[in-house]
């Protein structure tokens, strides 16, 4: 496998002759270069031999000197659509995508804005971030592989086509998952936490790597880097853990299986939202921690996906008080070039993230756009008003209060990381669900699985089983029942031994008293109040997740997996050794 990574010294070198080719006016804004009136006629020579492909950057930079303002402009912007087809959608989505930015489609937004990406967006179960996803472009891996085909055949057209057109979604698996029929899902983070093999994340990330890329998707909005010091439920699940150096090696692992499978990693939430229990989908979230707490607690697993060759990292939309008092991350130039770039040398792409979330919407979409990349973002995901965003930083280049060298920076990073990406076979959707990669979820999974209170082979399980939850657990009971099933145990509608399943959003009123067994499917806090003699914990709804505890339940497989948060009054396994 080729691992996909940055050349920082490269990319650095690039920003420096892009810019004093643009700055110094070597070509006019938007102006391509022609020869020197000069230069010595040709003479005949012998054909030269094939150059070698010109690595990213310089590619890049190449790129970016042919590039009116307008192309500069839109490279830097990555807006969602209306729409499940690039070029005919409904009466409803051509309403929305008018609101938006003034055209039908999602390809003549592309092409109107000379954009550099899209974002995919859409709904999942018990998804704390469903606040900010006004619209759905998946429904399925067929429709995904004809949407991202003519997105890309839009962009292909543009000045800036030579370059990859930047597909985005955020995969995270667990709550926050957009395309979920029809692919392998993986346990949560916190699940892949619980296993604490990077080598099992590496694998499993690498499955669902692949199969994005085969549904033409080349950026996940993954892993979070988070680490959760906080009970938070935007949160929550979606971290690795609560200590900064085991959420650093998952991290690793992760960035490592996107990025072989030939999809860019984003780190997310630059500098730590798991040290906030505030939703900044909701209002912006203060962190009052000493730049040296941050630093030991909350920057270790950033650290070490940028190491692994992360090209991107989004920023938050947090006010950091130790580092630039009063101003959300995602506009500070402090915390986003002088700590980001300056203390941990990241050199790629910085994605802010939605500026449709309220934190980003106290300024208006063009205001907004210019502050964010002044303070060092390159990519302005998700403009409330595509229009406004791409005329207020047009405004600004031509007005000199938006540096030009800034401009020309960020777009050079940009097409870097698109040149990076390029080259690279589709994989086939024949690909997705596969045995292999159902294999590698499911090895994590098992991984996973934690007793928190009872025996090590959940003895307390005996006779028929009936599982329960609350009302809206229907499917993940079904997938339960299926799995003791096929793993020879009896499944009843009552009567039998009862197996709980608690999830996303439950507290203890979703608790049952004569439980025999309680499972915790997102985070394990709610064991604390669960009177049942057996406790696990799979941190995960998923397919893989059910299977790997019926096995246990069945008596077939050991819970091998440790708790990565600290439940009161619960050791991190019974299990030993």
């Not at 949560?188 to 499955?207: I, K």
Request: charged share 15%.
């Amino acid at each position: 496998m080729v691992r996909v990574s940055t050349t920082p010294r490269r990319v650095a070198a690039a920003f420096v002759v892009v810019t004093a080719l643009l700055v110094s006016g070597c070509a006019g804004a938007g102006q391509r270069p022609g020869p020197s009136p000069s230069a010595a006629p040709p003479t005949e020579t012998a054909p030269p031999s094939p150059a070698p492909p010109a690595d990213p950057a310089t590619r890049a930079a190449a790129l970016v000197v042919e590039l009116a303002d307008e192309d500069l402009v839109g490279q830097v912007l990555m807006p969602y659509a209306y729409g499940d087809q690039a070029t005919k959608v409904s009466a409803g989505s051509v309403a929305g995508n008018q609101a938006l930015s003034a055209v039908d489609t999602p390809a003549q937004m592309i092409e109107k804005y000379r954009l550099g990406g899209l974002i995919l967006v859409g709904f999942s179960a018990d998804d704390p971030t469903q606040g900010n996803q006004e619209t759905t472009n998946v429904d399925n891996p067929e429709q995904v592989r004809k949407l991202t085909t003519g997105l890309r055949t839009a962009a292909g057209k543009l000045p800036a086509g030579a370059a990859p057109f930047l597909i985005g979604t955020d995969q995270e698996h667990g709550v926050v998952t957009r395309i979920t029929d029809g692919v392998t899902m993986l346990p949560s983070a916190l699940g892949a936490g619980a296993a604490n093999d990077p080598a099992l994340t590496e694998a499993a990330w690498h499955a669902a790597g692949t199969e994005l890329a085969a549904m033409g998707v080349n950026v996940d909005f993954a892993p979070v880097a988070d680490v959760l010091v906080t009970r938070s439920t935007v949160i929550g699940s979606r971290s690795f853990g609560s200590d900064p150096y085991r959420v650093a090696n998952q991290v690793g692992g992760a960035v490592r299986g996107l990025q072989t499978a030939g999809v860019a990693a984003t780190l997310k939430h630059f500098p730590g939202h798991g040290h906030s229990a505030v939703d900044s989908h909701k209002d912006l979230p203060v962190l009052d921690q000493s730049r040296g707490e941050l630093a030991a607690e909350a920057w270790p697993p950033f650290t070490a996906g940028i190491e692994a060759g992360a090209l991107a990292v989004m920023s938050a939309h947090l006010d950091v008080r130790s580092v630039d008092p009063g101003i959300a991350a995602t506009f500070s130039y402090k915390l986003l070039t002088e700590v980001l770039r300056g203390e941990l040398g990241f050199q790629g792409v910085v994605i802010t993230d939605g500026m449709n979330m309220p934190p980003a919407r106290r300024f208006e979409p063009g205001e907004a756009a210019v502050r964010a990349l002044k303070a060092g973002n390159d990519l302005i995901l998700m403009p409330p008003n595509v229009g406004q965003a791409y005329d207020g930083l047009l405004a600004a280049l031509r007005e000199g209060t938006l540096p030009r060298s800034r401009l020309v920076e960020a777009a050079t990073r940009v097409l870097t990381m698109k040149f990076t990406l390029a080259d690279r076979p589709t994989p086939e959707l024949s690909t997705l669900s596969s045995k292999a990669h159902r294999a590698a979820a499911g090895a994590l999974a098992a991984g996973a699985v934690t007793v928190l209170r009872g025996s090590c082979d959940a003895s307390g399980v005996r006779g028929p089983v009936t599982v329960t939850s609350s009302d809206s657990r229907a499917h993940t009971r079904a997938a339960l029942t299926e799995a003791l099933t096929s793993a020879g145990m009896k499944v009843v509608p009552s009567g039998g031994t009862v197996v709980h399943l608690v999830g996303y959003g439950d507290g203890a009123g979703a608790l049952r008293a004569d439980a025999a067994v309680t499972v915790a499917m997102d985070t394990p806090y709610v064991l604390a109040r669960a009177s049942s003699p057996t406790l696990l914990a799979t941190y995960s709804t998923s397919r893989a997740s059910m299977a790997a505890l019926a096995e246990v339940l069945a008596g077939k497989a050991r819970p091998q997996g440790r708790s990565p948060v600290k439940v009161t009054g619960l050791p991190a396994t019974t299990c030993s050794g």
